[in-house]
């Protein structure tokens, strides 16, 4: 079983920055691929951004790229999703998972279907 707790959320401004952090226990860290996804109010769960096994390869949804970048560190077993330029349509809450299915072909996965441990989400939002 593998349980994830994350952190950093909170309320702010148009145009600034937060990082979020999502530490994890119970299996090793750095067999897992982690995500992001974020679900606002009245919308389906979204993916974010994803990273490999050892965080080589990262992946992100087109819209925020450029602006969100998602890192790890398997000595913490911990993933971070770095949030600048926010607007307010990035309010939602946003919750890290992980997944043991990806091969050394598929790195990350997109779909959140594919992940089997979740964390219990951190809301973020952002004002105008």
């Known amino acids: 079983q593998v349980q994830l707790v994350e952190s950093g959320g909170g309320l702010v401004q148009a145009g600034g920055s937060l990082r979020l952090s999502c530490e994890t226990s119970g299996r090793t860290f750095s067999s897992l691929s982690m995500g992001w996804f974020r679900r606002a109010p009245g919308k389906e769960r979204e993916f974010v951004a994803a990273?490999?096994?050892?965080?080589?390869?990262?992946y992100a949804a087109s819209s925020v790229n450029g602006r969100f970048t998602i890192s790890r560190d398997n000595a913490k077993n911990t993933v971070y999703l770095q949030m600048s330029n926010l607007t307010p349509e990035d309010t939602a809450v946003y919750y890290c998972a992980a997944t043991n299915i990806t091969t050394s072909i598929v790195l990350v996965t997109i779909y959140g279907d594919d992940y089997g441990y979740w964390g219990q989400g951190t809301q973020v939002t952002v004002s105008s």
């Open positions: 990273i490999s096994k050892d965080g080589g390869f990262t």
